[in-house]
Each structure stands twice: as C-alpha cells, then as structure tokens.
T-cell receptor
Framework: KAGVTQTPRYLIKTRGQQVTLSCSPI?????VSWYQQTPGQGLQFLFE???????NKGNFPGRFSGRQFSNSRSEMNVSTLELGDSALYLC????????????FGPGTRLTVT | QQPVQSPQAVILREGEDAVINCSSS?????VHWYRQKHGEAPVFLMI???GGEQKGHDKISASFNEKKQQSSLYLTASQLSYSGTYFC????????????WGAGTKLIIKP
C-alpha cells in the first residue's frame, strides 16, 4: 500500500509570496493533519481535516489555510510568506477512529528568503 | 499546553537502558509516542489511554501514571536502530481530540 505522499519535497520562496503544498493520504484514510516542524519549536499542529471539513485548528495566523477534497487529498496554503515560515511541513493521515495512529509523509521543506 | 519531555537529549552505549518522560499540567486522556529518525518522518510507536495498562513491543515499552499526568517510555538493551528523536503527543480531557506535541528527546546510541 502506498504511503503518504507530499509534493513538492523542497520549495524556495521569497518573502511576501504565497505557496500551496499538497498531501495525498494513504488509500482509505479520511483524516489528514498538517504540522509545522522547526528545530526550535518541534512539531506544531496546524489543522486537521476529515471528510472535507476542518475538524481541528492549531494556533496559527489566518495566513495558513487548508482544504480537503472529496478524494481525501489535502492542500495547505500559506499567503504573504514570512522568513519565520521556513520549516518542514508534515502531513499525516489516519483511519477514522484511529486518529492517534498517524502516518506521516516525508514532508515539504519550505525555505523563505 | 505543550507537554514537557525530559531529558532533552541522551547519549547511550549500545545495550544500555533509557527512560524518557513526558509530563502534562492538564488531565490527560491519552499519550502517544513517536520516533523520528534523522531526515525521516515520525513513526508511530504506541498509545497509552487513561485507565489503560502499560504497553510495549520488543524492548520498547511505556507506562502512564494518571496521578502524575505523566508517561514514561522505556528502551531496554538499546540498539543502534533506536537512535532518533522521540516525541510524545498528548490529548487532554477537555480537548477536541487535538494532539499536542512535546519538544522531543534526542536519543543517540553509540556502538
């Protein structure tokens, strides 16, 4: 069974630009969560989607948004990029009812210059 | 509130034991343990539920102390493959099942 895939794997953007990251969950998984990982802050929860609805949201500014499609694929968007947005963005999927067992994708490394 | 993990880092010789702690200031419903190897994504190890028993597989086990709102991860007779950063994630009783992650404990196993 294919794992969680994320595209692109690496991205370099300029401050003020916007970016869209994509995540394809494991087949059959309907819950998708997004995390930001930085050396100083560890894993920070962004949001979780289930059946195209945002179910949980972390403490991030409105510049961070996401959505989920009917096939469970998810995207996250960051507008007006700031230098501090440079991080590894991880997507994780899970089965309904087993959200504690999250399967992570390889992540997208975003660098903002 | 972010759970507190201790120690922040530990260096062991192969075959030695390690204990990693995860503490919360709020009542916990569950504690989740993951391991992330360098350059890889985190991988689920186990979950401990309120009222549940100690869990484990192979030489990695964990316990959940409800009185202290603390979980401990035990790695016995450590192997080189155990190296990585261990994260605990907590779900609080009053949350909407939102996982809050600790800062991680870096474990280095030397031959």
């Amino acid at each position: 069974k294919a794992g969680v895939t994320q595209t692109p794997r690496y991205l370099i953007k300029t401050r003020g630009q916007q970016v869209t990251l994509s995540c394809s969950p494991i087949s059959g998984h309907r819950s998708v969560s997004w995390y930001q990982q930085t050396p100083g802050q560890g894993l920070q929860f962004l949001f979780e989607y289930f059946s195209e609805t945002q179910r949980n949201k972390g403490n991030f500014p409105g510049r961070f948004s996401g959505r989920q499609f009917s096939n469970s694929r998810s995207e996250m968007n960051v507008s007006t990029l700031e230098l501090g947005d440079s991080a590894l963005y991880l997507c994780a999927s899970s089965f309904q009812g087993r959200e504690y067992e999250q399967y992570f994708g390889p992540g997208t490394r975003l660098t903002v210059t | 509130q972010q759970p507190v993990q201790s120690p922040q880092a530990v260096i062991l010789r192969e075959g030695e034991d390690a204990v990693i702690n995860c503490s919360s200031s709020k009542a916990l419903y569950s504690v989740h343990w993951y391991r992330q190897k360098h350059g890889e994504a985190p991988v689920f190890l186990m979950i401990l539920l309120k009222g549940g028993e100690q869990k484990g597989h192979d030489k990695i086990s964990a316990s959940f102390n409800e009185k202290k709102q603390q979980s401990s991860l035990y790695l016995t007779a450590s192997q080189l493959s155990y190296s990585g950063t261990y994260f605990c994630g907590t779900v609080h009783m009053d949350s909407n099942y939102q996982l809050i992650w600790g800062a991680g404990t870096k474990l280095i196993i030397k031959p």
